[in-house]
């Protein structure tokens, strides 16, 4: 069933596809339609879930963590400063091993007040331990939700979905709604093995000592380390099942490029027709979408750039005093590379500003041109 | 000590990747952590601490709550035979203690009372007395301090007998206080259970008159509760007239049936305090005009504000700041009162600011009917010439001893304070002096285990176990103020109002006025009581005890702290809704 919907509602449908049994958001601008929707479902029974109205988005998270810490399948919703109020819990979400599930509208941190589109509140909560994938279109913020239950309760790990305010959340686009037994068939019902059970008591997150904190963690890092195969395998199985395959990161054109452009969410639809352009001139030019973020596709992403001399990043996102986060990040996963390709980072469209064909046109041209990158990110789009 | 039983882990893969207990932390005993330990402990409920008759009100409350109004009743007779009576027109300052009045308002504590006296009479047997110890103890006067001191002294084993000038037993209960407040039939029963246990009322004799007090030598001990029953004369000449009437006097005829003069008399009723209300709606119920006049404002009246009401809504006017000068009399017939305006100057030695004449503001108020309420003596003329007594009482030393040997005096003839909860008080409290006189008792010696809070009041049923041998701790001398709650546990309700009766129906005759509330109004004031300073078993200790160390009893008489793994941090203490735990030195 196709229907028309703005990227909010793609990702409540989703949750409804997914039998999610318990939600509990904080309303805030541009997320605020997802759980909207959701609370609307519960109402009417066509989402047999448990809405739980909360005082703060730190309260949300915790109340997610309990339930599903009790053994149910839960989600949540934030955007910004709200996830920001939620980083305790985060920690708390990944350390415990709770496969939840929630969304990010990625939207800029105030001050000044700006609830437009920007990478920076997602990129922050980088070392909380979940999983982050960033989404292109609507089609894949539903597609991604009902992968993203799949990945976590395999290597229990909660994700995080992000896509851009408004380009997406409010923008309508045709979906693809799969039907409810076709996800069912892909996405088993959730039962725990180890969960809060009133019959069986247990201390549940207690004191750990110097002498097995260590071994836990590094138990967290290797199922990140086994996310990887999972993200691959289970985008496969969505192709399989619905016909749209997914993968950690998607590379066009990269076999035989000389510049790569490197882009995540919705800036790589621009950045399809600036390749496309380019290469009918003559560029061999590829397009490297990082869908994947945490864990960082190291392999993927050796794979894809390893033979071009040239990466061009395109970051909505900055971390001050250094530069984009997706070029910092590239730049450490290629340094051991032999050849390993010159890295141009630039920064733009945050606070909502428009990314177009023209300004990523920009970009490409001067990365063409130029011999060496700049040691910082270069700001495109500013005032002059 | 030292013995930890940790799980260990020896590889890598042996470590588990979810951050569950696999074991028990029981070898880390927190409890040396510890500097402070919780106590559960029992303070005094305000209500306790505030009844001059040293009732356990939060105990009866705590009964009826559980639909024990039999054994609620039986716990209020330990302290106090006249529970119907009380319930009906006692001024409870139990109410005014009440700490809910500062969450929304004070308990109905008064028709709890009333309802335990009613619905707790069905499985109601007679109180246990002690084995007979061949004394015989004379009660002079069967007002409440006389009944009060005789149920005492009878369930202390002491054959009693008590002598009362009137036809009735009741005293001013019985000829004071109008029907439509204390129905008889409702003091007859409260007489009833003391009559029960074997105390002898002989009526119409007045000991110093019918029966000198030389014929009461044989006794073991007297207690004297006869009242201040002498009028004072307000006025100059004229009292002998018919139509000017001592309140007392009033009141007592009204009760014998033998009704003075009614039917549309412009009557002047003069006096502030609850006699001076109660003559006032007497004389509208026989059919007369009322005006009260009063020499101060109706601040400094002693009379209780809800009487003043309800003497209000059944048309009684009031007039301030007149003082009576004289009677007008004409021809020997009564044509009114003249009167003098005041004003409020300083406070006099009661705190009340005194009523200062103002000079020529003579009035004259004219009156078919005049009745003066403005206190009545000590009648000295029937005591005992031996007696230390001044015009208002017989001076008393603690728990009413007199300068005699073994008698004792109590109610309004010894106190300060003329009111019934203290007259019932201080009769206890002179049963109890006079049966540690009989047995050897060292009752000084036990005032710790006997006495209520922060008063000297005597509590009957902890002074019979102290005199029987039954071990009891001390009775806490700490009051649970409002402060000491933790209120965020207490959800505002509503304080029912008892049903009255309507004022045209009043007024056709001397039906009982306030009604009883339904028993579900009951349940609700139980369940609205905080139960100030008294465990409740209610678990929040328990369930906020962050180390599990609160054990609950498996009896239910409360709990027991696991001080192997109580780390003192004091939870239980600040979450006790009633203040009923506290922190002590741990050492």
Known sequence: MKKVLMGNHAASWAVQLSRVKMISAYPITPQTHIVEELSE??????????FLKVESEHSAMASVVAAQAAGVRSFTASSANGLALMHEMLHWAAGARLPIVMVNVNRALAPGWNIWADQGDSLAQRDTGWIQMYVEDNQEVLDSVIQAYMIA??????????YDAFFLSHTYEPVDIPSQDAVDDFLPPYTPEVFLDPESPRSFYPLVMPDNYMEIRYHLDQAHTRALDVIEETGRHFGEAFGRPYGLVEAVNCDDADM???????ITSPARLVMDELRENGHRVGLLKMRTFRPFPVKAVQDALGGCSKVMVIDRNCSWGKGGIFADELKSALVNLPDSPKVFSYIAGLGGRSVTPDHIMDMARQTLDTEMPSDGSVWKGMKQ | MSHRETIGYETLDQVPDTVISQGTMLWNRTGSWRYLKPVYRQMTPPCNNGCPAGNNIEGMIRLAEAGKYSDALRLLKEENPLTAVCGRVCFHPCETACNRKEIDAAISIHAVERAVSEHGREGYAPHPVLSASGKTVAVVGSGPAGLSCAWHLARLGHRVVVFEKADKPGGILRYGIPAYRLPKDVLDRDIADIEALGVEIRCNTAVGKDLPWSSLEGYDAVFIGIGCHQPRPLFEGGEETEAVWDALRYLTLTAKGDFPAGNGKTTIVIGGGNSAIDAARTARRLGNAVTVYYHRTRTEMPAFGEEILEAEKEGVAFEFLAKPLDLV???????????????????DESGRRKPVPVNGSEFVVNADIVVTAIGDALDRSVLPESLDCDTWKIKTAKMGATGADMIFAGGDAACGDHNIAEAIGSGKASACAIDSKLSGFDIGAARDVITIGSTDRISASRYIMARTGETTGPLSKKVADYDKLNTAYFTRGDRPEQPHLPVQERLAGFDEVAGSLSLKAIQGETERCCHCGVCTACDNCLVFCPDVSVIKRADGTGYDIDLDYCKGCG?????????????????
């Open chain 1, 41 to 50: 479902m519960c109402g009417d029974g066509s989402l047999d879930a448990k």
């Open chain 1, 153 to 162: 309760e395999q290597v229990r790990l909660p994700v995080m979905i992000c």
């Open chain 1, 260 to 266: 790569i452009m490197v882009t995540s969410s919705t």
């Open chain 2, 329 to 347: 009399i004409d021809n020997r017939k009564l044509r009114g009162v003249r009167f003098l305006k005041t004003q409020l100057g300083e406070p």
């Open chain 2, 571 to 587: 939870i239980c203490v600040n979450e006790c809704p009633r203040a009923a735990m506290a922190m002590e030195e741990d050492k």
